[in-house]
């Protein structure tokens, strides 16, 4: 594997389930990522680990867990979720956490479907 | 008002064509500007990086950064079926954090 995956591709649940999405990077970096991205809307920041310590939480509903085991894994725990919180679930992770040309690298997503 | 404007689209435009796609920002603060590239069931890809205001070439593509007026641009010389994706602009001052627009699909027909 290269690069950045995650798992599952696709996941749908129900409004009482719990479910994780997993993160794992390739590329030795020290910062990951957890983005929200809703059709038309730009992406939103939910998580920032460096170092497998949480330095950015914006404001997340606690019904999101996230975990950094290790800093190549990333996990979001998802638990009662509402069907406003489906959309595409993307993690990235960078070389470290700088301004200016700190290329964040892209996994392909989990598209979430809450019913 | 958002921090950074960018439309949706989509934009459709024939095959051979150049493209234009922009963003407008309202923090005078930024000065990294980046356009990633996300294909349909991908996640983004970087795709051009400037640092403060100018011109940037690669190939095809031609970034530029007008800071006076809160404008940034991606040209794309010669529009190939396979460029059809979403662009995203992305911005940031001195914090790691991006700032981003809502992505505008574009679509090359051959």
């Known amino acids: 594997e290269t690069g950045v995956t995650q798992t599952p591709r696709h996941l749908v649940m129900g409004m009482t389930n719990k479910k994780s999405l997993k993160c794992e990077q390739h590329?030795?970096?020290?910062?990951m990522y957890w983005y929200k991205q809703s059709a038309k809307k730009p992406l939103e920041l939910m998580f920032v680990?460096?170092?497998?310590?949480?330095?950015e939480n914006n404001s997340v509903p606690s019904r999101f867990s996230p975990e950094c085991p290790n800093s190549s894994h990333l996990f979001l725990h998802l638990h009662t979720l509402q069907p406003e919180d489906s959309a595409l679930y993307l993690c990235?992770?960078?070389?470290?956490?700088?301004?200016?040309?700190?290329?964040?690298?892209f996994g392909p997503g989990t598209r979430l479907t809450v019913l | 008002q958002k921090e950074v404007e960018q439309d949706p689209g989509p934009l459709s435009v024939p095959e051979g064509a150049i493209v234009s796609l922009n963003c407008t920002y309202s923090?005078?603060?930024?000065?990294?500007f980046m356009w990633y590239r996300q294909y349909s069931r991908k996640g983004p890809e970087l795709l051009m990086y400037?640092?403060s205001s100018g011109n940037k070439e690669d190939g095809r593509f031609t970034a530029q950064v007008d800071k006076s007026s809160k404008y940034i641009s991606l040209f794309i010389r010669d529009s190939q079926p396979s460029d059809s994706a979403t662009y995203l602009c992305?911005?940031?001052?001195?914090?790691?954090?991006?700032?981003w627009g809502a992505g505008t699909k574009l679509i090359i027909k051959p």
């Open positions: 990235a992770s960078s070389q470290a956490l700088a301004s200016g040309q700190n290329e964040q690298f």
């Open positions: 590329l030795g970096h020290n910062a």
């Open positions: 680990y460096s170092l497998e310590e949480r330095v």
């Open positions: 923090n005078s603060a930024f000065q990294y």
């Open positions: 400037t640092y």
């Open positions: 992305a911005m940031s001052g001195s914090n790691y954090q991006l700032i």
